[in-house]
């Protein structure tokens, strides 16, 4: 972990001898050459999960496939079955894939609330800033890699 911050602390030293100016222009230009690419590479993804989709759907209207529909229902619901059946309860494998998401949503929004002073802390151990919040050199480079990531969104 160590070598992590230090690491960061090097990177972002950098930056932070340069002008405010020098920093915004680093921190938008890398933040949409992050965006663009992220919206890019997501737009890929979804093309290829799509067309496997439709493809799968055609190849099945046109007879090259045959899709067990009743029996891949029943190997779902007996999973889901002994799953519910650990945690002691009853209901169609949709409700408990439902239920299921919604527990884990939770528990992940309660680690996030209970380590949100954690975080606090490591953030401003991080950029050097013990007594309190104030704008620094990190706080200009990285609203502006947001804004940067922004754009890159919004032109991908």
Same mark, same amino acid.
């Given at each position: 972990m160590t070598n992590y911050s230090e690491f960061l602390k090097k990177v972002f030293s950098d930056i932070g001898q340069r002008s405010?100016?020098?920093?915004?222009?680093?921190?938008?230009?890398?933040?949409?050459?992050?965006?663009?690419?992220?919206?890019?590479?997501?737009?890929?993804?979804?093309?290829?999960?799509?067309?496997?989709?439709?493809l799968l759907e055609?190849?099945?209207?046109? =007879?090259?496939? %045959?899709?067990?529909?009743s029996k891949l229902?029943?190997? +779902? *619901?007996?999973?889901? #079955?002994?799953?519910?059946?650990?945690? =002691?309860?009853? %209901?169609?494998?949709?409700?408990?894939?439902?239920?299921? +998401? *919604?527990?884990?949503? #939770?528990r992940a929004e309660s680690l996030l609330t209970r380590n949100s002073k954690k975080v606090a802390k490591w953030y401003t151990k991080l950029i050097g800033d013990e007594e309190g919040p104030k704008v620094n050199d990190l706080h200009i480079f990285l609203a502006s890699f947001f804004g940067g990531v922004a754009l890159g969104i919004a032109t991908g």
């Open positions: 405010a100016y020098s920093q915004m222009l680093i921190g938008v230009s890398s933040g949409w050459v992050t965006g663009y690419t992220t919206m890019k590479i997501g737009k890929f993804a979804a093309f290829a999960v799509g067309g496997s989709i439709i055609i190849a099945h209207q046109e =007879g090259l496939i %045959k899709i067990n529909w229902d029943k190997s +779902v *619901d007996k999973l889901a #079955d002994k799953v519910e059946a650990s945690l =002691g309860r009853e %209901k169609n494998w949709k409700d408990k894939t439902e239920r299921y +998401v *919604d527990n884990q949503l #939770d």
